[in-house]
């Protein structure tokens, strides 16, 4: 079962203008990832942030995780056109050997 | 970085045919794979994780006989849908995890229609 619920599960916003999703999972992780997913195509890594660690930036990118509250938000700043896309976290569970469990998803807009 | 090729792209067929997907690690090696299967606008659904040289895993609920799995080298995973069905239409996705990371490498996905 997905245990990552992102939301909002859409978002529309202008070029320039900041974006943040947020992602909430059940159980104990090693560490959560987020992904980007162009319309019919596949996944593409931006970012990990381990189970230990509170906040992590790549380039445009903020991620901040609160495993006391089993959340995590990707902060997207200045965003541009190209950036819609659809965003999903990952979790990596303690003991899954690799396997991920992917939330639902938000599928951001930037309008140009 | 790591290059995840899949293929085809995009297939049509009858009902009742077999479809195979094929996933290629293309510069590194990849003793396990994912496949997964997202249906229009939700998430990924994992059905089962391809081991090179032994049988695949499959997650509850997914038939082991309706989607084979072969994993025969460390660079090449192969699923196959028989007896397509149009509920078997959907986007399938492999996945491989990079060397020393928990990172998955995805392929670009199949899209499946069954007529």
């Known amino acids: 079962s997905q245990q990552g619920e992102e939301d909002p599960q859409a978002l529309s916003i202008q070029e320039g203008e900041n974006a943040t999703m947020n992602c909430s999972y059940k159980t104990s992780i090693n560490n959560l990832q987020w992904y980007r997913q162009n319309s019919g195509r596949g996944l593409v890594h931006l970012i990990l942030?381990?189970?230990?660690?509170r906040e992590k930036h790549s380039g445009r990118l903020r991620v901040t995780l609160d495993t006391s509250k089993k959340s995590s938000s990707l902060l997207i700043t200045a965003s541009r056109a190209a950036d819609t896309a659809s965003y999903f976290c990952?979790?990596?569970?303690?003991?899954?050997?690799?396997?991920?469990?992917f939330g639902k998803g938000t599928l951001l807009t930037v309008n140009p | 970085g790591a290059v995840v090729s899949q293929h085809p792209s995009w297939v049509i067929c009858k009902s009742g045919t077999s479809v195979k997907i094929e996933c290629r690690s293309l510069?590194?090696?990849?003793?396990?794979m994912f496949w997964y299967r997202q249906f229009p606008k939700q998430s990924l659904m994992l059905m089962a994780t391809s081991n090179e040289g032994s049988k695949a895993t499959y997650e509850q609920g997914v038939e082991k006989d309706k989607f084979l799995i072969n994993h025969a080298s460390l660079t090449l995973s192969t699923l196959t849908v028989t007896s397509a069905h149009p509920e078997d239409s959907s986007f399938y996705i492999c996945?491989?995890?990079?060397?020393?990371?928990?990172?998955?490498?995805f392929g670009a996905g199949s899209r499946l229609t069954v007529l």
């Open positions: 510069d590194f090696q990849a003793t396990t």
């Open positions: 942030i381990r189970s230990n660690e």
């Open positions: 996945s491989a995890p990079t060397a020393g990371a928990n990172v998955l490498t």
């Open positions: 990952a979790t990596d569970d303690i003991g899954s050997n690799y396997k991920l469990t």
